[in-house]
């Protein structure tokens, strides 16, 4: 009873008792997550055992998602937490609870028959290997899935990071997927990202003549820890961005809440896009607002990146 009493001896750190892996075929990659706060409160603690241990397993290619939770002790008492209900409800209704056997079993039958429910939208090679981007279809039942199977990584990943409402038609969903050339093992999710779509009234008389005019507000993007620093988010930027700039109802490209990370990657990736467009060492000599607007339009390019963008460029000419 003494011990009972002893609210240290039965709290747990949320962020070290959940373990989150990607398996295959083959085994499990294992990583930590970074935030718990929007699943078990600001304290990111879970109250009531001992040794407690909450395992989100992954399949790497359909997402499919194992959840088994284990303890030394729990306290038996109404104000103990359970982490199961906290996180079923966070998780696909397909979600297998404890029984790894039907869970490996579900993943065999659904990999047989998987087809990945989107449209490709570009493909690259990036150190002798190759990925692919499709573009989740939202409209049907496994995109949708699959989106539900995702989504949890937000809210683990992404400081303030919420759901979103995947039915209204305006979010779109792109994924990366690297191509394996083992059979066993045919693709793995490395990341997503998830869009909204703004329409921009181009005005009366331009809407009368067909003229259609769209934003992207990159919402939330996400490379999974285990594929994170080696090039591949700045790639899956740039390949998306190049797509949206060939197509001419989009008229800029912007991002809600950019965290620093972000930011750091996606100014390389727009600072050698510019290497490869302009020629940086003319540009001091063109800076005129009229010039600035063309060519920001032209990239399109928020105001406030656009700004960020030339102000490295000239401290870099004049180191
Ligand atoms: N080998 C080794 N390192 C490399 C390579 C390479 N081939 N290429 C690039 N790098 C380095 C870069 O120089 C950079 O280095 P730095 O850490 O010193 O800045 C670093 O890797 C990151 O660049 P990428 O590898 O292109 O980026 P990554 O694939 O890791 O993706 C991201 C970046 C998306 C921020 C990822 O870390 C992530 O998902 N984090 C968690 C979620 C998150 O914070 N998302 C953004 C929130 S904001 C929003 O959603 C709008």
Not at 57 to 79: A, G, Q, V, W
Request: some cysteine; overall charge negative.
């Amino acid at each position: 009873m003494a011990d009972q009493l002893k609210a240290e001896l039965w709290t747990s750190s949320s962020n070290e008792a959940l373990k989150l892996f990607i398996a295959d075929s083959e085994g499990a990659v294992s990583f930590p997550p970074v935030f718990t706060y929007p699943i078990f409160g600001d304290s990111e603690t879970i109250y009531g055992y001992q040794g407690l241990e909450i395992l989100l397993c992954f399949n790497h290619y359909t997402f499919r998602p194992f959840l088994n939770i284990r303890y030394d002790k729990k306290l038996e008492m109404p104000n103990v937490e359970d982490p199961k209900s906290k996180l079923l409800t966070l998780l696909s209704k397909q979600t297998v609870f404890k029984d790894e056997v039907k869970w490996v079993d579900e993943v065999k039958n659904e990999i047989a028959n998987y087809q990945i429910p989107g449209q490709l939208v570009d493909d690259f090679e990036q150190d002798n290997e190759s990925y692919e981007i499709y573009k989740l279809d939202l409209t049907s039942d496994s995109g949708l899935e699959l989106h539900q199977r995702l989504q949890i990584l937000v809210l683990l990943f992404i400081e303030a990071g919420s759901y979103i409402d995947s039915n209204d038609p305006l979010w779109n969903v792109y994924v990366l997927y690297k191509v394996s050339p083992n059979e066993k093992n045919p693709r793995s999710i490395i990341g997503f990202t998830t869009i909204y779509q703004y329409w921009k009234y181009p005005g009366a008389k331009a809407f009368d003549e067909g003229l259609r005019e769209t934003r992207l507000k990159i919402s939330q993007f996400i490379i999974l820890p285990p594929y994170q620093g080696k090039g591949l988010g700045q790639l899956f930027y740039s390949r998306l961005f190049g797509n949206w700039l060939k197509n001419e109802e989009i008229v800029e490209i912007v991002v809600e809440d950019p965290n620093e990370q972000f930011d750091d990657m996606r100014d390389r990736a727009d600072l050698s896009f510019l290497n490869k467009q302009l020629d940086l060492n003319l540009i001091n000599t063109k800076l005129t607002p009229g010039w600035i607007e063309l060519t920001r339009k032209k990239f399109k390019l928020e105001k406030r990146q656009f700004a960020r963008l030339l102000e490295m460029i000239l401290l870099y000419k004049l180191k």
